[in-house]
C-alpha cells in the first residue's frame, strides 16, 4: 500500500492518457451525430441491403428525380386521355391477293304461268311447269271470278285455294301445283293461276 502510495504518475503520462481519450471519444461522437456526409461514402458503394426497409421517405427524395420507370405499373395513377393526335398519311395503296373463286350463282329468272279453264267446274287443280334445266325458287296463285260482292269489312268469295305445291327443290325441270275449290256451290264461271319462279341453278 505504501509503494502504491507514493507512486505519482509523471506530467507526459497524464496528457499522453487525456490525448488518447479525447481521440477515442471524438470518433465515437463523429459517428453517433451523423457527421459522415457525401464525401465520406464512396460513389456507387451503399447497396439495397445497406438501407433499412422502409426508412427512405418523400423528404429524402428529390422533386422530380423519380420516372415512371422507378414506379410498379400497377401503383401509378392513370392520367387524363391525350388530344388525338393528326390523321396520318394515307398507306400505299396495295391490293390484296385475289381470294377464291366462289360458287356459281342463279341465273335466268323466269316467271311462268299456267291458267285452268274457266267454268263452274269444282275442284280445279293447274300445274305451272319451268323450262328445261330451271328449277322452281317461288311460288303463287290466283283466283279469277265466282267472287260476290263486297262489304265495307269483308270480302266475300264463293271459291278458295286449297293448296300450292312446289316440286322438290331436285326436280329439274321444276313446277308448282295449285288446287283450289268452291267453299259454296255457285254456278259462276271461276279459273285459277298458278305461278312459278324460274332460275337456272347449276
Known amino acids: 500500500m505504501n509503494a502504491l502510495r507514493r507512486y505519482r504518475p509523471r506530467h507526459a503520462t497524464v496528457v499522453a492518457y487525456l490525448a488518447l481519450f479525447i481521440a477515442l471519444g471524438g470518433t465515437s461522437y463523429a459517428v453517433a451525430t451523423g457527421s459522415i456526409g457525401s464525401p ?39 392520367g387524363r386521355p391525350g388530344r388525338q393526335g393528326r390523321t396520318g398519311p394515307a398507306g400505299p395503296a396495295v391490293a390484296g391477293p385475289q381470294g377464291a373463286q366462289g360458287p356459281a350463282g342463279v341465273s335466268g329468272l323466269e316467271r311462268v304461268r299456267t291458267d285452268s279453264a274457266a267454268n263452274s267446274d269444282s275442284p280445279k287443280l293447274v300445274v305451272a311447269t319451268c323450262p328445261a334445266g330451271k328449277r322452281v325458287i317461288g311460288t303463287g296463285a290466283n283466283i279469277t271470278g265466282a267472287k260476290n260482292g263486297a262489304t265495307s269489312t269483308s270480302f266475300v268469295t264463293d271459291v278458295v285455294i286449297d293448296s300450292i305445291i312446289p316440286s322438290p327443290e331436285t326436280t329439274v325441270p321444276g313446277s308448282v301445283t295449285v288446287n283450289a275449290l268452291e267453299e259454296q256451290a255457285t254456278n259462276d264461271n271461276w279459273s285459277i293461276t ?9
Not at 298458278?194 to 347449276?202: D, I, N, Q
Open 40 to 78: 465520406q461514402i464512396k460513389d456507387n458503394s451503399v447497396r439495397s441491403k445497406d438501407i433499412r426497409n422502409n426508412e427512405v421517405r418523400s423528404k429524402d427524395i428529390k422533386d422530380g428525380s423519380l420516372v415512371a420507370a422507378d414506379f410498379d405499373d400497377a401503383r401509378l395513377p392513370r
Open 194 to 202: 298458278a305461278y312459278a319462279m324460274c332460275v337456272s341453278v347449276p
